[in-house]
Structure formats: C-alpha cells, structure tokens
C-alpha cells in the first residue's frame, strides 16, 4: 500500500471481477439478505428484477473482498522490491452507495476505484484522508455499483 504522498487525485486502480452464481447468490442471501428474490430463481423471474438478483450487500461485499485482496498484492509487490509499505487505517465512513441496476446469477461485475479526493486530517496528525469513487461495471459494460468512501492513510514519516 501507497503513502498519502505517492497518490494522487484521478488514480485509477483496476481492482479484479467478481461472477455471481446462483448458488453464491443464494447462499449469501440465506444468511444476510433472506429476501424472496435472491433465494429462488422462480421468485426472482417474477420480481422486478426479472432473474435471480443478487443483493446489494453482495455485490458491496464482493467489491470490499477484492479491494482488500488488491490491497494485500500490491503490500506484497512493494514489499518483495524492499519498498516500506504503508498500513492504511479504517475508513471514517462513505457516502453515495447505489446499487444501479440488478446483478444477476451469471453476471461478472468489474470494480475500479479512482481517488476523487485527497486532505490531510486535521485531528490526526500523521495522517491523511483518501476519498474515492469506486464503480462496478457488469460484463455488458453497465455500471451496477457504485460508492464513494474515505480511508485514513499515512504521511511517509520524515525524520
């Protein structure tokens, strides 16, 4: 992971795909979103959505496991070229969630993240704080997701 001072507004970063099966589908819905839609094909032809729809916490959740799984490459990578590696604090929170168009059983959603935002904080000393916009795109090039969230990140320590 990057330092505060390595990024820079309008980053981009390509952060993997996710395919959403059926069973995937259903089996996260039965322990978190136990709604009719997302736990029987049947039930979600006849719904709004028009197929078996996954839930948004799913398509939220995917997104945050492969940011997270990114994030621990890239740590990785920088660490093997003998780079210091910065470790990002927790999120202060996000805003602008949207869940913009169903995601259906058999559709593979693309998530990037482009920083939007960049600010030292003003109670931490030591730290900055990152906003960006990260977006999932279905295998139709379709934006389904999207959410914009914040990330303490450290200032490269000067001696």
């Known amino acids: 992971m990057r330092f505060f001072e390595d990024i820079a507004i309008g980053q981009r970063r390509e952060i ?49 496991s492969l940011l997270v799984a990114d994030g621990q490459r890239l740590a990785r990578e920088a660490a093997s070229r003998g780079e210091e590696v910065a470790v990002w604090g927790p999120s202060p929170g996000f805003r ?38 990260t977006t999932g795109t279905n295998q139709r090039g379709e934006e389904v997701y999207s959410i914009t969230a914040s990330a303490f990140v450290p200032l490269r320590k000067t001696a």
Not at 100 to 116: F, H, K, N, Q
């Open 16 to 64: 993997g795909a996710y395919t959403f099966t059926a069973e995937a589908i259903k089996t996260f819905a039965a322990k978190f979103d136990p709604q009719r839609f997302h736990l029987d094909e049947e039930e979600g032809k006849n719904s709004l959505f028009g197929g078996l729809a996954a839930s948004g916490w799913h398509v939220g959740s995917a997104c945050m």
């Open 96 to 133: 602008d969630l949207r869940w913009i168009r169903p995601v259906l059983a058999g559709d593979t959603v693309s998530y990037v993240s482009e920083v939007i935002d960049k600010r030292t904080s003003a109670s931490r000393p030591g730290w900055g704080i990152l906003t960006a916009r």
